[in-house]
């Protein structure tokens, strides 16, 4: 019988993993809002673009073409974009503390910066001709 922790890690799933992890952060900062317009405001914003990556990049990951997953992939970097920008906004209206955020933002930059690397390599090999 083989058990979960016996298959061997697909590719990107440690990304995943992160992505997953990112988005319970997320939600934890949401619940922690405070129950103002803004707060609500945030929130509900926050909610939609800091949950989207993972299953968005899964979907990628399960791409028909390079071009699919290419598409799918821009889409999880332009959603951590948002979140961050959101992350940064939750900061400038004091509604909390920077300290208790700033690993979260940290890990958001962390994730863009692996998202966009992946879309350069991905883009750069979907243009090169085939060897036969």
């Not at 997953?69 to 209206?93: N, Q, T």
Request: glycine share 4%.
């Amino acid at each position: 019988m083989q058990f979960e922790s016996d298959k061997p890690a697909r590719k990107g799933s440690d990304i995943e993993d992160r992505l997953l992890e990112f988005a319970v952060r997320v939600g934890k900062v949401i619940d922690a809002l405070p129950d103002t317009r803004l707060g609500r405001h945030i929130a509900g914003q926050l909610v939609r673009s800091g949950t989207s990556p993972a299953p968005n990049y899964a979907e990628a990951c399960a791409a028909e073409s390079k071009k699919d997953f290419i598409h799918k992939l821009a889409i999880v970097l332009k959603e951590l974009r948002e979140s961050s920008v959101w992350i940064r906004m939750i900061v400038r209206s004091e509604l909390i503390v920077e300290q208790r955020l700033e690993s979260l933002r940290d890990e958001c930059e962390q994730l863009c910066k692996v998202i966009a690397k992946s879309l350069v390599t991905a883009k750069t090999s979907s243009t090169r001709p085939e060897k036969n």
